[in-house]
């Protein structure tokens, strides 16, 4: 062994071009691997940074109409003998105010139980007690470590200092341990009663020892009917599993598109090694001649394989390790904290499999070719015998290749037409040089309905009216409500309280009716979606509508174009539209804003955001303006890994048809050294160059030919898997079948065309008398 890798890397040195060639190609498969090793390694396997995480189950309670006593069936699940505790939570945001800076931070309202229940002990200061909730205590907080770290530089002496909360002064007791990310991305926790938090939070228990979630389930859920007569039902999941539920089918997806871009680097591999192996037939045929096996000369060229497999995989390791940073960057979404993707021992392990795999995956054609060829004759020819069926081990790779770069690439067409379609979907709004942003009124400032209404009031006289710019401002949130004074609706419907602008500014037609006027109270107007449920085939104008137990009825004056909510659901890519209710903000203003700012262009939009918050800032300083983004990012944020899993798999198809045209490329340029004799003899008896060419180009491309129609076929049968994350767009989509064929059509002809060229180059004269 010790002898074959020595041999091995001496002759792997006397042809550096080829050996830098096999090494990359195999670098950018493997470490194409190796990055979405580590992201399903973070997603799948690691385990949460609590003690005893396996234990911690996420509880979902399912209230059914008519429940009313929410705080009761928490009270159940608390009783459980499954569960060694219980704690509720309530994800929120809040203004934190640290000296003079005013930002937006996630964060929640929690029972003290939840860091018992977690286990998690304090890095600093103490955790938050159950007097921290009585109501009449001292307004207390504990900071995660994340914010202690970038906002105080982890020291030790702001435990016991005040932070402004809200507009609150809350005494921090104490920072979170590393890890801590429940509910995720919360960096402030308020203490909060279990009251406080019924119907309106989320559960997380700590199973006892031995006990299964299946049978915590059917405890907890006896519990639950019992209190809730019937009408609640409840699930119980580990913590982790709930996690990793989001994820869906893109981590295999993923997998399943690197692993097929291997395939495809393995065969270019094996290709060139079968080419390596032909032009060494004489020297095997000396050693079988001297007494070497053909196990021996098999192991040889494995031991050589390998050895390129080893530096491919140490090099795409380096390559996965930027890419990996890539990734997390272009996620427009900040990550849990639980979800870190680095190359960790695991991956390490994985990949050198991945490696070894891949060597032995790239040695076999070129060790079953040594063992069918006559190497005596090799040795008499000078290693010219057998042309044809050299010839055919690398045209069957390449035309798995192309079968495989056909499907990838199917793939690629129907995932980049679905960005296509989502980038240039209606979204109801006219979202050309529109920018939204997010702002939120401290609850201890702005305690009155007239104290909101007043402080918008004011920012939009300040602001004043622009030439091509506009300013519109909204809230909103769920209600339910009545139509015409009779019986509450089952559904529940979105409120926006809008300032006069909002409809121009955000781009949304007026069907019927008319738009709000300055000093109008009592009126609404109304989306054409919900128009379109509530009167189907009759008119709203002038028709009644009471919501969130409001006495006054607000009059129907107008019907506005639907705005739309895309999504990703269980039947895949959705766009529905969403039924709402407009009425002025001053009669119902919220705490929550939504400014939407619009220019002549992006950049001038962006301009004027900046300057609106500049200017609310001077009105109070303690509002925290946050998610500056385009509207239409901001509509189609939640397709972003539809759009990210797209733009991956598109870069995977790329890779493999570039190394699939290689592997045309290097067939048809061993046709022509094969048969350079022939074609002199040809053209000796009076072929012409473009039969030359016809004749090579006909014989090197049917490979890729066969590879084509074998990769449609699969395709037929894969597509339709990716149903749930394509848009606009039918998973058998015609246009995109053509655009692939003509794709490999084109990169084939180019393949084959650049290498057949060297016919034209062949003398007859010399290639008679090599005859």
């Known amino acids: ?10 002759l792997l040195r006397s042809d550096l071009r080829t050996t830098c060639v096999v090494v990359v190609t195999l670098a950018v498969a493997i470490g194409a691997n190796t990055a979405i090793l580590s992201i399903a390694n973070a997603v799948l396997f690691k385990s949460l940074p609590y003690p005893d995480a396996d234990g911690l189950v996420s509880i979902v309670i399912d209230r059914g109409p008519g429940t009313a006593e929410p705080q009761g069936v928490m009270a159940a699940i ?9 704690a509720a ?3 929120d945001g809040f203004n934190l105010v640290v000296g003079d800076q005013v930002r937006r931070v996630q964060g929640a309202r929690v029972t003290p139980s939840l860091f018992t229940v977690l286990k998690l002990a304090p890095a600093a200061g103490r955790v938050l007690a159950d007097g921290d909730a009585i109501a ?3 307004p207390a907080v504990m900071i995660s470590s994340r914010l202690w770290r970038a906002t105080f530089q982890g020291s030790h002496a702001i435990v016991g200092t005040t932070i402004g909360v809200d507009g609150v002064a809350r005494r921090i007791v104490g920072v979170t341990g590393e890890g801590l990310d429940i509910p995720e991305f919360a960096d402030i926790f308020l203490p909060a009663s279990e009251a406080a938090l019924a119907g309106s939070g989320e559960l997380v228990a700590r199973l006892r020892s031995g006990i299964e979630p299946s049978a915590a389930r059917a405890e907890a859920a006896a519990l639950v009917e019992q209190s809730a007569r019937g009408r609640a039902s409840v699930s119980v999941l580990r913590l982790a599993d709930a996690r990793r539920a989001e994820f869906g089918p893109i981590i295999p997806l993923l997998a399943g598109a690197v692993a097929l871009v291997l395939f495809v680097a393995c065969a270019n591999v094996s290709g060139i090694q079968i080419a390596r192996t032909m032009s060494r037939e004489p020297e095997f045929g000396v050693r079988r001649a001297l007494g070497a096996s053909r196990r021996q000369l098999a192991q040889q060229l494995t031991t050589e394989t390998l050895l390129l497999a080893l530096g491919g995989g140490a090099a795409g390791v380096l390559l996965a390790s930027w890419a990996v940073d890539v990734i997390t960057a272009a996620i427009p979404v900040p990550l849990p904290v639980w979800l870190h993707f680095h190359i960790d021992m695991r991956v390490l392990a994985l990949t050198a499999l991945v490696t070894v795999a891949a060597g032995a995956l790239c040695a076999i054609a070129p060790a079953m070719h040594i063992a069918r060829v006559n190497l005596n004759d090799a ?10 069926g050299r010839t055919t081990w690398r045209s069957t790779l390449v035309m798995a290749e192309v079968a495989v770069t056909v499907v990838l690439l199917v793939a690629a067409g129907l995932l980049v037409r679905t960005i296509g379609h989502i980038t240039a979907m209606d979204l109801g709004a006219g979202t050309a040089g529109a920018r939204t ?8 400032r702005y305690a009155t309905p007239a104290s909101r209404a007043d402080i918008v009031a004011r920012l939009l006289d300040v602001v004043g009216h622009r030439d091509g710019s506009a300013l519109a401002i909204a809230s909103e949130g769920p209600a339910s409500f009545t139509i015409d004074g009779g019986a509450p609706a089952a559904a529940r419907v979105r409120i926006r309280a809008v300032t006069g602008d909002y409809f121009r500014t955000m781009g949304l037609r007026m069907l019927r009716g008319g738009s709000f006027g300055p000093r109008d109270v009592a009126v609404a107007a109304v989306s054409e979606e919900f128009a379109r449920r509530m009167w189907p085939g009759g008119d709203p104008i002038g028709r009644t509508i009471a919501f969130g137990g409001r006495a006054e009825p607000s ?6 174009g639907d705005t739309v909510e895309p999504g990703i659901y269980a039947s895949g890519i959705e766009v529905r539209p969403v039924a709402a209710i407009y009425v002025p903000y001053a009669s119902s203003p919220g705490l929550e804003l939504t400014m939407v700012v619009r220019g002549n262009a992006d950049a001038d939009a962006a301009s004027f955001a900046a300057d609106v918050e500049r200017r609310l800032h001077a009105l109070d300083a303690h509002v925290a303006v946050y998610n500056h983004r385009r509207l239409a990012d901001a509509i189609t944020l939640p397709l972003w890994p539809v759009i990210a899993v797209g733009r991956a798999i598109g870069l995977v198809a790329l890779i493999a048809i570039l190394l699939a045209a290689a592997g045309v490329y290097g067939v048809t340029a061993q046709v022509v050294a094969q048969r350079s004799r022939e074609m002199g003899i040809r053209t000796a008896l009076g072929a012409t160059s473009s039969d030359l060419l016809g004749l090579v180009i006909f014989q090197t491309a049917r490979p890729a030919v066969y590879g084509s129609a074998i990769g449609l076929v699969l395709s037929l049968a894969i597509a339709p898997l990716l149903s749930s994350l394509v848009y606009g767009v039918r998973p058998l989509d015609a246009i995109t079948y053509a655009g692939v064929v003509l794709l490999v059509a084109l990169t084939t002809l180019i393949g084959t065309y650049l290498p057949a060229r060297g ?9 008679l008398r090599q005859a």
């Not at 040795?379 to 044809?388: D, E, F, P, T, W």
């Not at 942003?437 to 401290?442: G, R, T, Y």
């Not at 016919?759 to 290639?767: E, H, K, N, Q, S």
């Open 379 to 388: 040795l008499k020819s000078g290693g010219r015998s057998g042309a044809a």
């Open 78 to 86: 608390r009783s459980s003998r499954a569960f060694e505790g219980t």
């Open 437 to 444: 942003m997010e702002a939120a009124l401290p609850a201890s």
């Open 1 to 10: 062994m010790a002898r074959d890798l020595a041999f091995g890397v001496r």
């Open 136 to 138: 009449g205590a001292e």
């Open 555 to 560: 009059m129907v004056i107008g019907v506005v």
């Open 759 to 767: 016919v034209l180059r062949v003398d007859p004269a010399t290639a």
């Open 89 to 91: 939570m309530a994800e």
